[in-house]
């Protein structure tokens, strides 16, 4: 079975304050996702990694960096939380193209207040 | 740029009923997937479909492939309360292209 973890089920930050949500995968997959999902407006797409060491952006990557120095981790930075990256955080990972079928974490609850 | 579209937002069922929930889009997807998501969990993978036209099962979920390759379905058959959630569908058109997700729908069971 694929599994993907979250380093984090919730977390509370101060505004300001860096955050990393760290994903682990142990498929081997190329290929790595971090959504934010929030209500009525479904699962957007911040970054994604097809390779260790590249990136590209998704749909709302302003706020956000990523880092992928390994095939199996990809991890999702705040560089300085805001309140309204208040959010429940995916990640998730496919084989082959990004296009292939997306195996999802449990999700990390982010508060920033 | 693509969207899915799923509607409604919320439906309501009896237990044992059987629910049926459509995805359409404008463009044409190659490969389509149902998800459901429980409660402060993450989407996970109830069926996937590779092949226009294709019919799969997966106990009571069958979901459907559509022939002109621009929608989808996802039926459940004889709900019970642990099927609430939320029910997401994605299309994938291959190589160097992401998936595309429908808002999903929250399906409440009442007992």
């Known amino acids: 079975d694929v599994k993907v973890t979250q380093s984090s089920r919730y977390l509370v930050k101060r505004t300001g304050e860096k955050v990393f949500l760290e994903c682990v995968q142990d498929m081997d997959h190329e290929n790595m996702f971090w959504y934010r999902q929030d209500p009525g407006l479904g699962l957007r797409l911040i970054y994604f990694?097809?390779?260790?060491?590249?990136?590209e952006k998704g749909d709302i990557p302003e706020g956000y960096s990523v880092s992928r120095e390994k095939k199996e981790r990809f991890s999702l930075i705040l560089e300085s939380a805001s309140t309204n990256q208040t959010s429940m955080y995916l990640c998730?990972?496919?084989?082959?193209?990004?296009?292939?079928?997306?195996?999802f974490g449990p999700g990390t609850r982010l508060l920033v207040l | 740029g693509q969207q899915l579209n799923q509607s409604p937002q919320s439906m309501f069922i009896q237990e044992g009923e059987d629910v049926s929930m459509n995805c359409t889009s404008s463009?044409?997807?190659?490969?389509w997937l149902w998800y459901k998501q429980d409660p402060g969990e993450g989407p996970v993978l109830l069926i996937a479909?590779?092949?226009?036209?294709e019919l799969t099962s997966n106990g009571r979920l069958t979901a459907q492939f559509g022939i002109t390759r621009k929608d989808s379905f996802l039926n459940i058959s004889a709900s019970i309360p642990s099927d609430v959630g939320i029910y997401f569908c994605a299309g994938g058109t291959g190589a160097n292209s992401k998936l595309t997700f429908g808002k999903g729908i929250t399906l409440s069971v009442r007992p």
């Open positions: 998730a990972s496919s084989y082959g193209s990004p296009g292939e079928t997306q195996y």
């Open positions: 990694s097809y390779d260790v060491k590249m990136k």
């Open positions: 463009s044409i997807f190659n490969t």
């Open positions: 479909l590779y092949k226009a036209g």
